[in-house]
């Protein structure tokens, strides 16, 4: 009889019991860990890894998963609701801030430590939560605010309890940080009390513009966590892995930005499946997503590069995401404008071009068979349905400039539709003065879009300027000359945004339902090829940008290759200073900025 076969499961090599015992020994989760556990004696500066943990990663997607909830129920139609989409987007982001220069410096994997981030992701979902409430612009419930107050609370409450364990670890071994800790911890604690008075003074329903102190002492967290690493240097994030979060986050907002634009293009497509105009769309968004994430990563920094030059690299972030998201629901909204355009003039071009000659009862039939295919009845456009049919069904079959009225009523009427069918909606504080077509509210989103989509792009694209500029600190004449183009491509597109400014210009059109069609036609004809996609890729800058800073970077190279040779194999890169430090002319020693 043959022995029985016994099954050995192995622990990551190890095959003894013995082996299994110690593996599982070492791999036990501490109750709380030293943030010295990971740093030796001779390092000047707190790091616990070199790139961002799984645990870290999970907390970005909270933070995504939070602006993408507020983003999908909060439309921005008029200056209010922009500021307040911008002070939401503020707090969310400097929490996230607060959360990841700690865990960049001090978390170590523990109990301890994954109670807190547990703590920390349910504040980003009280958050996601609150965010369908919030409006700062209007009277509203008291609660939205306290409960707002109460998470900012409870998120500065715990770091202040994190900087106060990571004190009492480090404080008689590294006695340097214990001062510049305390006083970080005593910030989050005073602030913490400041919520806690908020929270009883937000009491009225009443608009209440206290609210302004939150942004206050969120700016003075920020100054002091800054500061503390900028005068401590032990405290820096030199070794830290900071760029690769800044650079995962906005990885992952651009991730975002192109699920938001899949289910526009899905659902643009679905209406009429793909056009020459659908496509050239989607290709032009393909190509400024990419582009854009070219022009960053591209000169994204992997060592560090100066510790104040990494600081204000970190704060110009906030600009450059909340930007960033602007101008990717900017063109979620071209898309949806394009093709909403495209429908209201698959409408308009029903109606005879000879408005002197009796209309055909074929154009009636026509145009009812046009509304029925555009699906409007169950959605935002099925209270308009109904005037539309009682409108139609007041044509008759004389010249149109005979009925010049209801034909002036009928557009209006469709085009509100249409418009509304793709989420082109008004503020409902909106009022229609007299003398004023019911298209003008959503003429002004509209107009609202194109200026806070070209505004955003022109910051987005000037900070890419202002990253390389810090990023590179030996600069040469290639990287100067792409960095100019930046710059000169920012100014483009600000240009552009100040063209909407011009009410004249943009009011004479608007007067009257048939001078708006027109100039409406000639934006949807201008849409109409795949050359729309090169003409907006321009506008926006990015192939232009991109292409420039590649031909640099040959240049660079030829240059190099003339100057030092063609053989780079027994070329030695001298190090580069540690310490944030560089030989000055003296022979002594400066810190780099």
């Known amino acids: 009889m043959a022995p029985p076969h016994h099954h050995t499961v192995t622990v990551k090599g190890a095959t003894s019991p013995r082996e299994r015992y110690e593996q599982r020994k070492e791999d036990k989760l501490p109750w709380i860990a030293s943030p010295l556990k990971n740093v030796s004696e001779h390092d000047t500066a707190f790091s616990q890894r070199e790139e961002a943990s799984k645990i870290e990663l999970f907390y970005d997607l909270f933070f995504v998963a939070n602006l993408t909830t507020f983003t999908a129920v909060h439309e921005v139609n008029d200056r209010k609701s922009l500021s307040s989409y911008t002070g939401f987007f503020a707090i969310i982001w400097t929490t996230w801030l607060q959360v990841t220069l700690f865990d960049v410096r001090f978390a170590v994997d523990s109990v301890y430590e994954r109670i807190c981030k547990v703590l920390q992701l349910m504040t980003m979902i009280g958050f996601a939560s609150v965010g369908p409430q919030f409006d700062p612009n209007v009277s509203q419930n008291s609660k939205t605010f306290r409960t707002l107050t109460i998470l900012l609370l409870i998120s500065r409450a715990l770091l202040a309890i994190q900087y106060l364990t990571v004190t009492a670890f480090i404080g008689k071994k590294r006695r340097d940080t214990k001062k510049p800790l ?6 989050f604690i005073i602030t913490s009390a400041a919520y806690l008075g908020l929270f009883f003074a937000f009491n009225s329903d009443k608009e209440d513009k206290r609210y302004y102190l939150w942004y206050i002492f ?12 900028v005068r401590w240097r032990s405290l820096s994030f030199k070794k830290t892995h900071l760029p690769e979060r ?3 986050l906005t990885l992952i907002i651009l991730g ?12 643009v497509v679905g209406e009429g499946g793909w056009t020459w105009s659908s496509f050239g769309q989607v290709f032009a968004v393909v190509l400024i997503i990419y582009f854009l994430w070219a022009l960053y990563f591209d000169r994204h920094p992997e060592t560090h590069f100066g510790t104040i030059r990494q600081q204000i690299w970190c704060i110009l972030h906030f600009p450059f995401h909340i930007s960033l998201v602007l101008m990717l629901e900017g063109l979620n909204n071209f898309i949806l404008y394009n093709k909403a355009i495209h429908k209201f003039f698959e409408f308009f071009n029903q109606l005879p071009q000879d408005t002197s000659a009796p209309t055909d009862s074929s154009v009636i039939q026509a145009l009812n068979t046009t509304i029925n295919s555009f699906n409007l009845a169950g959605g935002k456009s099925a209270d308009s349905l109904p005037i539309i049919y009682d409108t139609l069904g007041n044509l008759t079959t004389q010249p149109l400039d005979n009925q010049a009225t209801t034909i002036d009523d009928l557009l209006t009427t469709v085009f509100v539709a249409v418009f509304k069918k793709f989420n082109f909606e008004p503020p409902e504080s909106a009022e229609i003065l007299p003398g004023q077509s019911p298209m003008d509210p959503i003429v002004s989103v509209i107009r609202l879009i194109y200026k806070y989509f070209f505004s955003s792009a ?9 990253f390389m500029w810090f990023v590179r600190r030996r600069k040469d004449i290639f990287d100067h000359i792409a960095i100019a183009i930046r710059v000169i ?4 597109l600000f240009v552009f945004t100040f063209f909407s400014f011009h009410k004249a210009l943009i009011n ?4 009257g339902p048939l001078i708006l069609p027109a100039v409406l036609l000639v934006l949807a004809l201008s849409q109409s090829t795949p050359f729309y996609a090169f003409v907006q890729d321009i506008l926006t800058g990015g192939d232009i940008v991109l292409f420039v800073d590649k031909i640099t970077d040959v240049f660079a190279l030829c240059w190099g290759r003339r100057k030092f040779g063609r053989s780079g194999n027994n070329y030695v890169q001298a190090p580069m200073p540690d310490h944030d430090q560089y030989p000055d002319k003296s022979g002594g020693v400066q810190y780099a900025a």
């Open 246 to 248: 800044l650079g995962l």
């Open 458 to 466: 022109g910051v987005v694209v000037f900070l890419l300027a202002v």
């Open 508 to 511: 004479r059109y608007v007067k």
């Open 256 to 267: 975002e930005g192109v699920i938001v634009l899949t289910k526009s293009v899905n659902y």
């Open 489 to 492: 491509a920012a100014i483009v």
């Open 182 to 187: 305390l006083f970080i911890s005593l910030t």
């Open 218 to 229: 969120i700016a003075l967290e920020t100054i002091a966590v800054m500061g503390v690493s």
